[in-house]
T-cell receptor
Framework: GAVVSQHPSWVICKSGTSVKIECRSL??????MFWYRQFPKQSLMLMAT?????????EQGVEKDKFLINHASLTLSTLTVTSAHPEDSSFYIC????????????FGSGTRLTVV | GESVGLHLPTLSVQEGDNSIINCAYS??????FIWYKQESGKGPQFIID?????DKRQGQRVTVLLNKTVKHLSLQIAATQPGDSAVYFC?????????????FGKGTRLSVIA
Protein backbone atom coordinates (compact mmCIF):
# COMPACT_ATOMS: atom_id res chain seq x y z
CA GLY A 1 0.00 0.00 0.00
CA ALA A 2 0.85 3.67 -0.10
CA VAL A 3 3.56 4.51 2.39
CA VAL A 4 4.77 7.88 3.58
CA SER A 5 8.15 7.89 5.22
CA GLN A 6 8.89 10.73 7.62
CA HIS A 7 12.31 11.58 9.05
CA PRO A 8 13.63 12.11 11.57
CA SER A 9 11.31 10.45 14.07
CA TRP A 10 12.62 12.69 16.78
CA VAL A 11 15.02 15.62 17.03
CA ILE A 12 16.35 17.83 19.77
CA CYS A 13 17.73 21.20 18.79
CA LYS A 14 18.96 24.33 20.46
CA SER A 15 16.86 27.44 20.50
CA GLY A 16 17.59 29.64 17.50
CA THR A 17 18.64 26.84 15.18
CA SER A 18 16.71 25.41 12.23
CA VAL A 19 15.40 21.90 11.78
CA LYS A 20 14.34 20.17 8.58
CA ILE A 21 11.75 17.40 8.52
CA GLU A 22 11.37 15.24 5.43
CA CYS A 23 8.29 13.48 4.16
CA ARG A 24 8.66 11.02 1.29
CA SER A 25 6.04 9.06 -0.60
CA LEU A 26 7.73 5.72 -1.21
CA UNK A 27 5.56 3.97 -3.78
CA UNK A 28 3.38 6.66 -5.25
CA UNK A 29 3.55 10.22 -6.46
CA UNK A 30 2.07 12.82 -4.17
CA UNK A 31 1.20 16.08 -5.84
CA UNK A 32 -0.21 17.30 -2.57
CA MET A 33 1.01 16.77 0.95
CA PHE A 34 -0.32 18.17 4.18
CA TRP A 35 1.57 19.18 7.30
CA TYR A 36 0.01 18.95 10.74
CA ARG A 37 1.19 19.91 14.19
CA GLN A 38 0.02 18.19 17.34
CA PHE A 39 0.62 19.45 20.87
CA PRO A 40 0.35 17.04 23.81
CA LYS A 41 -3.17 15.82 24.51
CA GLN A 42 -4.54 17.78 21.58
CA SER A 43 -5.72 17.03 18.10
CA LEU A 44 -3.89 17.38 14.82
CA MET A 45 -3.98 20.93 13.55
CA LEU A 46 -3.43 21.59 9.88
CA MET A 47 -0.49 23.90 9.27
CA ALA A 48 -0.23 24.00 5.51
CA THR A 49 -0.97 22.31 2.22
CA UNK A 50 2.10 21.59 0.15
CA UNK A 51 1.72 21.46 -3.62
CA UNK A 52 4.43 20.10 -5.89
CA UNK A 53 6.07 22.84 -7.88
CA UNK A 54 4.20 25.72 -6.29
CA UNK A 55 3.99 27.65 -3.07
CA UNK A 56 2.43 26.09 -0.04
CA UNK A 57 -0.88 27.29 1.30
CA UNK A 58 -0.70 28.12 4.98
CA GLU A 59 -3.50 28.05 7.49
CA GLN A 60 -4.40 31.18 9.37
CA GLY A 61 -2.01 31.87 12.20
CA VAL A 62 0.86 29.79 10.79
CA GLU A 63 3.90 31.88 9.96
CA LYS A 64 5.10 30.99 6.48
CA ASP A 65 8.51 32.54 7.08
CA LYS A 66 9.02 30.41 10.14
CA PHE A 67 7.72 27.14 8.76
CA LEU A 68 9.25 26.82 5.32
CA ILE A 69 7.74 24.17 3.10
CA ASN A 70 9.37 22.90 -0.05
CA HIS A 71 7.75 20.38 -2.38
CA ALA A 72 10.21 20.24 -5.23
CA SER A 73 9.40 16.74 -6.41
CA LEU A 74 6.43 14.42 -6.54
CA THR A 75 7.87 12.26 -3.78
CA LEU A 76 9.36 14.70 -1.32
CA SER A 77 8.06 17.53 0.81
CA THR A 78 10.13 19.17 3.50
CA LEU A 79 9.20 21.33 6.47
CA THR A 80 11.91 23.53 7.93
CA VAL A 81 11.32 25.10 11.30
CA THR A 82 13.52 28.18 11.26
CA SER A 83 14.91 29.88 14.35
CA ALA A 84 13.20 27.33 16.54
CA HIS A 85 12.01 28.27 20.00
CA PRO A 86 10.77 26.09 22.86
CA GLU A 87 7.16 26.86 21.97
CA ASP A 88 7.74 25.17 18.61
CA SER A 89 8.30 21.90 20.42
CA SER A 90 5.58 19.64 19.12
CA PHE A 91 4.76 16.50 17.14
CA TYR A 92 4.79 17.23 13.40
CA ILE A 93 3.00 14.86 11.03
CA CYS A 94 2.83 14.84 7.27
CA UNK A 95 0.11 13.31 5.14
CA UNK A 96 -0.33 12.62 1.47
CA UNK A 97 -3.40 12.07 -0.66
CA UNK A 98 -3.65 9.18 -3.08
CA UNK A 99 -6.88 8.93 -5.00
CA UNK A 100 -10.16 8.68 -3.16
CA UNK A 101 -11.22 6.55 -0.26
CA UNK A 102 -9.84 6.27 3.25
CA UNK A 103 -6.62 4.74 2.14
CA UNK A 104 -6.11 7.76 -0.02
CA UNK A 105 -4.94 9.71 3.01
CA UNK A 106 -1.78 8.20 4.34
CA PHE A 107 0.21 9.58 7.23
CA GLY A 108 3.84 9.66 8.18
CA SER A 109 4.92 8.34 11.54
CA GLY A 110 5.53 11.83 12.87
CA THR A 111 8.51 13.81 14.14
CA ARG A 112 8.87 14.76 17.77
CA LEU A 113 10.65 18.13 17.90
CA THR A 114 12.06 19.31 21.19
CA VAL A 115 13.66 22.75 21.31
CA VAL A 116 15.88 23.38 24.31
CA GLY B 1 -17.27 6.04 32.36
CA GLU B 2 -16.48 9.15 30.39
CA SER B 3 -14.69 12.20 31.66
CA VAL B 4 -13.60 15.39 30.04
CA GLY B 5 -10.09 16.49 30.81
CA LEU B 6 -8.42 19.75 30.05
CA HIS B 7 -7.99 18.87 26.39
CA LEU B 8 -8.86 15.27 25.65
CA PRO B 9 -11.94 13.44 26.93
CA THR B 10 -11.33 9.92 28.17
CA LEU B 11 -13.55 6.88 27.88
CA SER B 12 -12.81 3.95 30.16
CA VAL B 13 -14.33 0.56 29.35
CA GLN B 14 -13.96 -2.95 30.63
CA GLU B 15 -12.27 -5.48 28.39
CA GLY B 16 -14.88 -7.31 26.39
CA ASP B 17 -17.45 -4.54 26.55
CA ASN B 18 -18.50 -2.48 23.58
CA SER B 19 -17.14 1.05 23.19
CA ILE B 20 -18.89 4.00 21.64
CA ILE B 21 -16.86 7.06 20.75
CA ASN B 22 -18.66 10.17 19.59
CA CYS B 23 -17.67 13.07 17.42
CA ALA B 24 -19.37 16.28 16.38
CA TYR B 25 -18.11 17.55 13.07
CA SER B 26 -18.11 21.14 12.02
CA UNK B 27 -19.04 21.53 8.39
CA UNK B 28 -22.43 20.50 7.04
CA UNK B 29 -20.93 20.40 3.55
CA UNK B 30 -18.38 17.72 4.47
CA UNK B 31 -19.01 14.63 2.42
CA UNK B 32 -16.45 12.15 3.65
CA PHE B 33 -15.48 11.07 7.14
CA ILE B 34 -12.76 8.87 8.57
CA TRP B 35 -11.99 7.47 11.99
CA TYR B 36 -8.34 7.19 13.00
CA LYS B 37 -6.58 5.50 15.87
CA GLN B 38 -3.41 7.08 17.22
CA GLU B 39 -1.05 5.39 19.59
CA SER B 40 1.46 7.36 21.59
CA GLY B 41 4.26 8.79 19.48
CA LYS B 42 2.85 7.49 16.21
CA GLY B 43 0.95 8.85 13.26
CA PRO B 44 -2.81 8.26 12.79
CA GLN B 45 -3.89 4.80 11.66
CA PHE B 46 -6.94 4.39 9.42
CA ILE B 47 -9.84 2.48 10.98
CA ILE B 48 -12.94 3.01 8.87
CA ASP B 49 -14.50 5.60 6.61
CA UNK B 50 -17.96 6.60 5.48
CA UNK B 51 -19.36 8.83 2.77
CA UNK B 52 -22.15 11.27 3.35
CA UNK B 53 -24.61 9.25 1.26
CA UNK B 54 -24.51 6.51 3.89
CA ASP B 55 -25.55 6.44 7.52
CA LYS B 56 -23.84 3.25 8.62
CA ARG B 57 -20.84 1.21 7.66
CA GLN B 58 -19.38 -1.86 9.27
CA GLY B 59 -15.90 -3.25 9.38
CA GLN B 60 -14.20 -5.88 11.46
CA ARG B 61 -15.35 -5.23 15.05
CA VAL B 62 -16.03 -1.59 14.18
CA THR B 63 -19.10 0.29 13.01
CA VAL B 64 -19.38 3.92 12.04
CA LEU B 65 -22.68 5.76 12.24
CA LEU B 66 -23.31 9.10 10.58
CA ASN B 67 -26.14 11.47 11.47
CA LYS B 68 -25.99 14.38 9.10
CA THR B 69 -28.99 16.10 10.65
CA VAL B 70 -27.08 16.85 13.82
CA LYS B 71 -23.58 16.58 12.32
CA HIS B 72 -22.67 13.66 14.51
CA LEU B 73 -20.41 10.71 13.92
CA SER B 74 -19.85 7.71 16.16
CA LEU B 75 -17.46 4.78 16.24
CA GLN B 76 -18.55 1.58 17.86
CA ILE B 77 -15.94 -1.01 18.81
CA ALA B 78 -17.25 -4.45 19.67
CA ALA B 79 -15.63 -6.61 22.33
CA THR B 80 -13.03 -4.00 23.21
CA GLN B 81 -9.54 -5.35 23.74
CA PRO B 82 -6.51 -3.92 25.58
CA GLY B 83 -4.90 -3.31 22.20
CA ASP B 84 -7.69 -0.89 21.40
CA SER B 85 -6.38 1.54 24.01
CA ALA B 86 -5.40 4.65 22.10
CA VAL B 87 -6.65 8.08 21.10
CA TYR B 88 -9.37 8.09 18.46
CA PHE B 89 -10.01 10.97 16.10
CA CYS B 90 -12.73 11.60 13.61
CA UNK B 91 -11.77 13.55 10.52
CA UNK B 92 -13.88 15.24 7.86
CA UNK B 93 -13.19 16.20 4.30
CA UNK B 94 -15.13 18.83 2.43
CA UNK B 95 -14.59 17.62 -1.06
CA UNK B 96 -13.92 13.98 -1.77
CA UNK B 97 -12.67 14.64 -5.26
CA UNK B 98 -10.24 17.43 -4.63
CA UNK B 99 -6.93 17.72 -2.86
CA UNK B 100 -8.43 19.12 0.28
CA UNK B 101 -7.02 18.23 3.66
CA UNK B 102 -8.68 16.36 6.45
CA UNK B 103 -9.87 18.37 9.42
CA PHE B 104 -9.58 16.49 12.68
CA GLY B 105 -11.93 16.47 15.63
CA LYS B 106 -10.76 16.89 19.19
CA GLY B 107 -10.19 13.20 19.87
CA THR B 108 -11.11 10.78 22.61
CA ARG B 109 -8.74 8.65 24.65
CA LEU B 110 -9.99 5.09 25.03
CA SER B 111 -8.68 3.27 28.07
CA VAL B 112 -9.43 -0.44 28.28
CA ILE B 113 -9.49 -1.94 31.74
CA ALA B 114 -8.36 -5.56 31.82
Amino acid sequence: GAVVSQHPSWVICKSGTSVKIECRSLDFQATTMFWYRQFPKQSLMLMATSNEGSKATYEQGVEKDKFLINHASLTLSTLTVTSAHPEDSSFYICSARLGTGGYGYTFGSGTRLTVV
Amino acid sequence: GESVGLHLPTLSVQEGDNSIINCAYSNSASDYFIWYKQESGKGPQFIIDIRSNMDKRQGQRVTVLLNKTVKHLSLQIAATQPGDSAVYFCAENLNLGGNTPLVFGKGTRLSVIA
